[in-house]
């Protein structure tokens, strides 16, 4: 029964009818969510694997469609080499006479066909009326779809908020638990093919052969998914595990170092994907260390896995601790050395100059290194982003980079463009996430969490796929296909990552988190190393607010291409949304709304603080179409967002309010809590924990 019928019976006095429609909704049944986004397949229970010792992708491909695919029409999968277009992974599906085609050059490519297939089932768009043929070519963007667990050996997960581990060294390879699968073929449906294991802050004991062994372990079964295995490498592995003394990058002794431990690699590992590295970064020893290069150190590993068709992934997060101006540091350290990276070197940049803020330009270095191959890092666990208590779909903040013009010979060099290999020299393409994966049951602590996996993958396959498809996509087979659900879950998705940019960091302000995990505010936070404290990136001052990075200040703005350059320079012309980032502002600067800058910081928290409100009263209307236990679950965590959205904006504004010395308007809502109050309050978790709801601020949401 629709609502005007409804409406009917309630004009009509036919109020009985409408309770026992209600009543016929039928509630689903209880998930804990570890079904992922094959949740519509089966419910919870669980997948039934090949059962073949080693399976090979044909056989898991043909359990998938005898398990999943539902129509009355065969599926034939068809192999034709001589298809160039159908390179990397690439596949055709096409209806012709009441069959289904699944045509691709490889096994892998004609499993993720079979995978596009199931979905197009889940979310209700196969071709309705195949009478003449119907024909999707697939082939995805970036050869290397990555994720990067910064998972340790001792089961702790740096900046994961999904409980530990998904990877048990302590018992690998002896035992092999059922998630691994689990992982490879989740990440296979959504094509990623490629994952780094542990953490880029790696600890040497990675490349020892016991612990080889077990990383050979899990390569055999992520293998048939089409995922290659990479790891994270120290690079003073050499002087930790020898008695070299040194991990120089021009000593022979250490080159050979290297090409022998790549040489036992490949010997377990055939397919490794090679390494990826963080050198001379917070602490992490590098090249550096002895008067060398980045490009010395990355040729000098890219040339140990280069003959195994093995690949290096350097880091461009660098920065130390006396810059004037840390969003500068990566071009100028790694501008000197375009051209000097080996073919088979990928310089892997941040999507923004600083660290996965909720807000940031693109870094200036996509647009700068024009003879280097670069990839983009995006980061998929919630760091700054209220770990796996906050709704926040981010794909928005990831197109948002690979979107953005570099302008890097003029117009149309896209940050897309440039790292997804349309420029002759870049043959190789690549991508990451860091992932937001542990052994909790649901995978990753907060249920639409996993959405930012799964909408990880999609991009990573097509960046040109909304994030409007891509969330529809996601809620229709993690929940329902019920339009109502679709809709309303959509809005709040959808809307979700420019609300956590208004109540945490509005109008391009960033880094004002309490140094504890990363979790709330601490504006007021100082620091040993100044550019780890707050103050050092909001400069509040009686003065006004904001980094000045125009050519009045550190000039960072130097580091775009015109006319982003004068773009940004002026906050006149600088977009709203980015204006602190580059500028120092009076509070009472008139905005271009007509508002003081206190003013519509205070609107933009306001709005924040609003939607969070908005998304439980939505959330509670969508009670019949999700099952009990995900329903609360997801709501008591949108309650904390709501409250924590408060905590943000007083913590923010009362601290600021100490220079500015303007109120909160009275329209808005008030303080709960004095500043005194909130700089009392202590978080104390550390860098591989989320806070427990109950032990956060009170607040009263009226
Ligand atoms: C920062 C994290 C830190 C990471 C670092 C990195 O706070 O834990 O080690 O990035 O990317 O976001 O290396």
Known sequence: MNLKAIAK??????FSCTLLSCSNVEQPADSNGHSLWFHSLNGDEPFRFVTEE???TLSILANELSQNWKQKEPVIVKFNDHQKLLANDGYTLYWLHDTVW?????????????YDLIRRQETGNLPKHVKDMVQFTEVPAYDYRVL?????????????????????????????????????????????????????????????????????ALADLFRPYGIHVFL?????????????????????????????????????IPDFGGFLVKANSEGQSGPQDYGRTHADGANMLARAVAPYGGIVMWRAFVYAASSPDRAKQAVEEFMPLDGRFDDNVIIQIKNGPIDFQPREPFSPLFGQMQKTRVMAEMQITQEYLGH?????????????????????????????????????????????????????????????????WYAFGRMAWNPQLSAEQIAEEWIKQTFTSNKKFVRNVKEIMLTSRETNVNYEMPLGLHHTFSGAGHYGPGPWEGSSRPDWSPKYYHKAAADGVGFDRSDKGSNAVEQYNEPLRSLYNDPESCPDELILWFHHLPWDYKMKSGRTLWDELCYKFQCGIDKTRSYIRTW????????????????????????????????TMLYFQTFSGMEIPSKYTQPQHTLDELQKFRLRISNYETPALDKLPDYTLE
């Not at 019949?624 to 905590?647: F, G, M, S």
């Open 620 to 651: 509670e209307k969508m009670r019949p179409y999700v099952d009990e236990k995900r329903y609360n679950d997801v709501y008591v965590k949108l309650v904390r967002q709501a409250k924590d959205a408060i905590w943000w904006r007083d913590a």
């Open 388 to 452: 796996s208590n906050h709704l926040v779909f981010n794909l928005p903040t990831w197109k948002e980079c690979l979107d953005a013009d570099t302008y890097m010979h003029g117009p149309d060099y896209s940050v897309y463009y440039i790292t997804s290999g349309k420029k002759p020299f870049h043959e190789l393409s690549a991508i990451a996430g860091v992932a937001n994966i542990g052994d909790s049951v649901n995978w990753c602590g907060h249920h639409f969490a996993q959405a930012n």
């Open 232 to 268: 994270s490498v120290n690079f003073a592995a050499p002087k930790h595990l020898s008695d070299l003394g040194t991990s120089d990058p021009l000593n022979k002794n250490v080159r050979d170092w290297w090409n022998a431990k790549a040489k036992e690699i490949y010997s377990l």
């Open 54 to 56: 080693n399976p090979s």
């Open 9 to 14: 019976c309630l004009m009509t006095g036919l």
């Open 148 to 216: 990067n667990h910064w998972d340790n050996p001792n089961l702790t997960v740096e900046r994961g908020y999904a409980g530990r581990s998904l990877w048990k060294w302590d018992e690998l390879p002896g035992n092999i638990r059922p998630e691994y699968e689990e992982y490879a073929r989740a990440n296979a449906s959504i094509g990623i093919n490629a994952t780094v294991l542990n953490n880029v802050n790696a600890d040497p004991c990675m490349l020892t052969r016991e612990y080889l062994l077990k990383v050979k």
């Open 102 to 114: 699944v045509q691709a050059n490889t096994p892998i490519g004609a499993l993720y066909g079979v």
